[in-house]
């Protein structure tokens, strides 16, 4: 069983709309869904590692979009008063696995109708247009995603699973040459596999899956941000190496993070469902 699984986090979602709504879930390889009205234009994204997927009804029509992950912090068009609904997988999960691998989706998005057939077009864009609630939202993913995607076949005991546990275990602070005395395989394969499993190399997907690790810990104890705890916590050898790394990523260090976050009203924006 995976322990310590990451839930990945873009908290600058939040700050462009009033009503940011999320539900986990930590199955069938899906981390949560989310959903919110944009009220800007741009929105900010930061290294997760993960795929979106997102339905946006704008102007009596809805599209959708699937976006990989940034290798850097970035910006996405939003549309004011469009309203979003999308589905964040975890690490390594590829919904679009016989089209595109997952380096390919690193740094870009495509038009995800355009992958699938006419028949489940029509169904998902409609019956997500007609929805009524962000559960209804949910189970119509849901109803799609089972009939097509078998995540039973990622086997948490095969190679890429131990993989990632090791990863999340050590807060991405595990190095290549560790795996490869655990796993009994070659540095050489194993950094094969992991670029093609995650769709980066095994470097920048330790130092996301850190980060991540450090945005969860800035979230969670927002208001009462210790620099030293949440570095060591999430896998940084020292308080300036943290700094140094999470401006990299976020374009901020920690504090002006948490700042930003809360004179922007993160905490009273942000609904998480159970």
């Known amino acids: 069983m995976m322990t310590d699984r990451l839930n990945p986090k873009q908290p600058e979602f939040v700050l462009v709309t009033s009503d940011y709504t999320k539900k986990f879930v930590m199955k069938h390889n899906i981390a949560h869904f989310y959903q919110f009205t944009a009220e800007s234009n741009r929105m900010s994204v930061i290294p997760d590692a993960c795929v979106d997927i997102l339905f946006v009804k704008q102007d009596g029509k809805m599209t959708t979009r699937i976006a990989g992950t940034r290798l850097e912090k970035g910006e996405t068009d939003t549309h004011i008063n469009s309203e979003v609904f999308g589905v964040r997988f975890m690490p390594g999960t590829n919904p679009v696995n016989k089209l595109m691998k997952l380096s390919e989706l690193v740094n870009n998005e495509e038009?995800?109708?355009?992958?699938?057939?006419?028949?489940?077009r029509e169904y998902l864009l409609e019956s997500m247009f007609f929805a009524q609630s962000f559960e209804e939202k949910i189970h119509i993913f849901l109803t799609y995603y089972q009939?097509?995607?078998?995540?039973?076949?990622?086997?948490?005991?095969?190679?890429k699973g131990v993989l990632l546990d090791e990863i999340m275990k050590s807060n991405g602070n595990v190095k290549l040459t560790e795996l490869s005395i655990f796993t009994g395989y070659s540095e050489r394969y194993l950094n094969k596999k992991i670029h093609e499993e995650f769709g980066m190399n095994p470097k920048n997907l330790m130092r996301f899956i850190r980060f991540q690790k450090a945005v969860s810990q800035l979230t969670a104890t927002i208001n009462q941000f210790n620099g030293i705890d949440t570095a060591l916590s999430s896998g940084y050898y020292d308080q300036s190496h943290f700094i140094k790394e999470f401006k990299k990523l976020s374009g901020l260090t920690p504090t002006s993070y948490i700042d930003n976050l809360l004179c922007n009203s993160y905490d009273k924006k942000l609904h998480v469902l159970s």
């Open 111 to 120: 038009i995800f109708e355009e992958m699938i057939s006419y028949e489940d």
């Open 147 to 159: 009939k097509y995607f078998d995540w039973r076949l990622e086997e948490k005991t095969g190679l």
